[in-house]
């Protein structure tokens, strides 16, 4: 089926660890998101890219960086794990009829 | 940058009753959508409404983008429409990012 693929779907880190979140689209869409959701609150940007080549920072960017691999592919790491970032992570892409996202990564912080 | 308001936060219905839920937004939009995050927090999108009307079995969308409006019409609700209803916007300026609003938690009890 056609849309977002997010890996992983659970991970816990530990303070100060590394990590990357994995998200491929194969709906030929340029542009492609990375968002946060905290319990209670909406979604916010972490970082976007509208198109192969370019990304820019959202509304939370700290403490992340990402990468836009090729068309498919956008992935976010994490440097130096902190408790702060627990959160579910989504990553999005953008076509004529909108956003679709992927199903999430639920990260714990210890 | 642009806000989004959802009414009501929280709504609790009884199987087989209709509700409406708005979104306001403060600025002219090109791009709004309307999501269901189920209990198992995937998001699902319901419409693509940036103008007019659709229709989608018992769901349907109004929004009117001269007056900064949407509206969400859930008819004859169903145990399974439980979950967090939240609207999204985008303006062109803005790279098309998506902005949330809080959401509309809605319990259906049978």
């Known amino acids: 089926n056609a849309g977002v693929t997010q890996t992983p779907k659970f991970q816990v880190l530990k303070t100060g660890q590394s990590m990357t979140l994995q998200c491929a689209q194969d709906?030929?869409?340029?542009?492609m998101y990375w968002y946060r959701q905290d319990p209670g609150m909406g979604l916010r940007l972490i970082y976007y890219?509208?198109?192969?080549?370019?990304?820019d920072k959202g509304e939370v960017p700290n403490g992340y960086n990402v990468s836009r691999l090729n068309k498919r592919e956008f992935s976010l790491r994490l440097e130096s794990a902190a408790p702060s970032q627990t959160s579910v992570y989504f990553c999005?892409?953008?076509?004529?009829?909108?956003?679709?996202f992927g199903s999430g990564t639920r990260l714990t912080v210890v | 940058g642009i806000q989004v308001e959802q009414s009501p936060p929280d709504l609790i219905l009884q199987e087989g009753a209709n509700s409406t839920l708005r979104c306001n937004f403060s600025d002219s939009v090109n791009n709004l959508q309307w999501f269901h995050q189920n209990p198992w927090g995937q998001l699902i999108n319901l419409f693509y409404?940036?103008?007019g009307t659709k229709q989608n079995g018992r769901l349907s969308a109004t929004t009117v983008a001269t007056e900064r409006y949407s509206l969400l019409y859930i008819s004859s609700s169903q145990t399974t429409d439980s979950g967090v209803y939240f609207c999204?916007?985008?303006?062109?300026?803005?790279?098309?990012?998506?902005?949330f609003g809080a959401g509309t938690r809605l319990a259906v009890h049978p």
């Open positions: 999005a892409s953008r076509g004529d009829s909108g956003y679709t």
């Open positions: 890219s509208a198109s192969e080549g370019t990304t």
């Open positions: 999204a916007v985008a303006t062109a300026g803005g790279y098309n990012k998506l902005i």
């Open positions: 409404i940036p103008s």
């Open positions: 709906m030929n869409h340029n542009s």
